[in-house]
């Protein structure tokens, strides 16, 4: 009977008026909302809580006090070392992401207080190349991690990335390995780092995430190895959602706490005025 | 011996030498043939192609090289935590004289051990018990580490996600980095994704001729970008996921060569360069001392990478 149920999981915003009364359909319960009344309530839905995706700008918006971030080093671009073909040419896509998502990379960080407390920020963007892990993007994660170890500072990041970037193969991989040798290095050193995960984080970047230290997930986020068509072609069936639904991992001790949206700052404040940043 | 689909030209060759062999013939002149074509296919292979050798059932496993080279072993089980993992095995054993922590992937050499071991995909189980056994080495033993890596990837499964496999990756990943001995690591088949990564974390990375390391296999980078699994050999390609492509972008330091026809083929032939390298890299590594070994081992990792301001 599945072709007479109503499929409310439309992700394209129905637009009606000229641009003014923008209306999006929920992917939760599939309500009309006015966008800006959706914007206004930190993009989450008012009637079942459904939290949409936010964008780096927005998250840093919701995390730090206003107007404290300021982006730290230069930005760095990702480039196409292996000369890598898909359905189109890497460097064409980067050149046509680079325009539409307006970040040089799939993170931003910076230097930003929370709660008036200085914090390390890193937030990954989900708009650019679905927040893959690029070499760019490992290395401007590892700076940060760095830049936190020398002036001692608590670490904060977003994650929200579908993991590596085949398009940067091997390299893409082995930045894992290098993000958590910094992150080790700076665990050593007596910081704190606190990762936050937003929807989705899935492959090597869930590994880095769960280096944390204290591990936050947004409600109705997906936490896991790999995506539903890599799971599909490896283990020749699919994968339930259900098995990488933050809600679950938290029943199953993987995780230390799921907060919305609201009340995310509040809640990374929390934990990090509980850190004697004295002592390190 | 199961023949690759690309051997075709090799089978018609040996069903003839049955016949020959039938007739009381003299074989000398087609084994040569044969000889030759062999060394044709295994020159000129692709990527793909690569890939299919890795894979092969007959591959040397651990066991071969374990109950050839080392003097004795003592397999170390379970993570002390949820279980034990047949797929990832751990031991103390004993390499000319001298004793190194082993931490190998496990396939088997039939379908039936290769289901049990889920083709050598280990779970969060497997790999808990490498942190732990890495600890071990590094804190109590402080003896060197030495992996030999053969899986497609880590463990994909609903009970494997909520048992916490990307922590468990995450815990192995941190004790290879932290380990105050040194490790040498080896591809000997294929290293596929984080389930290679989470155990080759290491000082020196070595692979065996026809293995590959990739980021993703290439039917799933296929299925991913293609939505279809037809492109897999040109994908294959694109990935650049050869021992020779690999070690020309600087990311593996050493091939270990393989007899041509692959180590399938000539099993004592790749045991004994196995040998060889072990030895050689080992005595290499344990010169250095530790804390140098650390330093290198972080700017390593810190180096890799391509971008462009």
Same mark, same amino acid.
């Given at each position: ?280 | ?81 949820? #279980?034990?993992?047949? %797929? =990832? /095995?751990? *031991? !103390? ?10 931490? @190998? ?86 290293? #596929?994704?984080?389930? %290679? =990564? /989470?155990? *080759? !974390? ?10 590959? @390391? ?96």
């Amino acid at each position: 009977m599945d072709i007479f149920r109503r499929k409310n999981k439309i992700v394209v915003p129905v637009i009606k008026g000229n641009g003014e009364n923008v209306k999006v359909r929920c992917n939760g319960c599939g309500r009309l909302i006015e966008y800006e009344e959706l914007k206004k309530n930190f993009k989450v839905c008012p009637y079942c809580g459904y939290h949409f995706r936010m964008s780096a700008a927005e998250n840093i918006a919701l995390l730090s006090d206003k107007g404290t971030f300021e982006e730290i080093g230069e930005p760095i671009h990702s480039v196409d070392v292996l000369n890598f073909t898909d359905t189109v040419p890497y460097k064409e896509r980067l050149k046509k992401i680079k325009e539409v998502a307006k970040v040089p990379n799939a993170i931003l960080i910076g230097k930003s207080k929370i709660q008036s407390m200085e914090t390390a920020l890193g937030v990954f963007s989900f708009e650019f190349l679905s927040g893959t892990l690029g070499a760019a993007t490992g290395e401007r994660l590892t700076e940060i991690i760095e830049f936190a170890q020398k002036n001692k500072l608590p670490l904060v990041v977003v994650f929200s990335s579908a993991g590596e970037r085949i398009q940067e193969s091997i390299f893409s991989l082995l930045q894992v390995a290098k993000v958590i040798s910094a992150i080790e290095q700076y665990k050593n050193s007596g910081g704190l780092f606190v990762s936050i995960l937003a929807n989705p984080v899935l492959g090597g970047v869930a590994s880095i995430a769960m280096a944390g230290n204290i591990i936050i997930a947004e409600k109705n986020s997906y936490i896991g190895l790999s995506g539903p068509r890599i799971s599909e072609q490896v283990m020749k069936k699919a994968l339930s959602k259900e098995a990488q639904k933050a809600e679950n991992l938290l029943k199953a001790g993987m995780i230390d706490a799921i907060c919305e949206r609201h009340k995310l700052k509040e809640c990374v404040g929390f934990i990090l005025k509980s850190y004697n940043r004295w002592a390190i | 011996m199961k023949l690759l689909p690309f051997e075709k030209p090799i089978e018609i060759l040996l069903k003839e030498r049955k016949r020959w062999i039938e007739y009381g013939k003299d074989t000398k002149d087609l084994d040569e043939l044969i000889k030759k074509q062999v060394k044709e296919i295994y020159n000129n292979l692709t990527a793909y192609q690569i890939v299919q050798v890795a894979r092969h059932i007959e591959r040397p496993q651990p066991e071969d090289y374990i109950n050839a080279l080392f003097d004795s072993f003592m397999e170390l089980h379970g993570d002390r935590v949820s #279980g034990e993992e047949p %797929a =990832l /095995g751990t *031991g !103390i054993g004993f390499f000319k004289g001298a004793p190194v922590m082993l931490i @190998f992937n496990r396939k088997g050499h039939t379908t039936i051990e290769n289901l049990k071991y889920h083709s050598g995909m280990s779970g969060p189980a497997g790999f808990r018990k490498a942190a732990r056994v890495v600890r071990l080495a590094s804190e109590t033993l402080k003896i060197p580490i030495v992996t030999l890596i053969d899986t497609p990837g880590a463990l994909i499964s609903h009970k494997s996600e909520l048992k916490g496999q990307v922590a468990a990756i995450y815990q192995s990943m941190s004790a290879f980095i932290n380990a105050n001995v040194p490790i040498l690591s080896v591809i000997t088949g294929e290293g #596929g994704s984080l389930g %290679a =990564l /989470g155990i *080759g !974390i290491s000082d020196r990375l070595l692979m065996m001729e026809y293995a590959y @390391f990739a980021v993703i296999s290439p039917e799933a980078a296929s299925a991913v970008l293609f939505k279809n699994t037809n492109n897999k050999e040109f994908i294959a390609d694109e990935l650049g996921i050869t021992a020779e492509r690999l070690t020309a972008l600087n990311i593996v330091d050493g091939i270990i060569e393989e007899p041509i026809g692959g180590a399938h083929r000539f099993k004592e032939e790749a045991i004994k360069n196995m040998e060889k390298t072990l030895e050689k890299e080992l005595d290499f590594l344990k010169k250095e001392p530790v804390s140098d070994l650390k330093k290198k081992r972080f700017e390593r990792f810190r180096n890799i990478g391509v971008y462009s301001i």
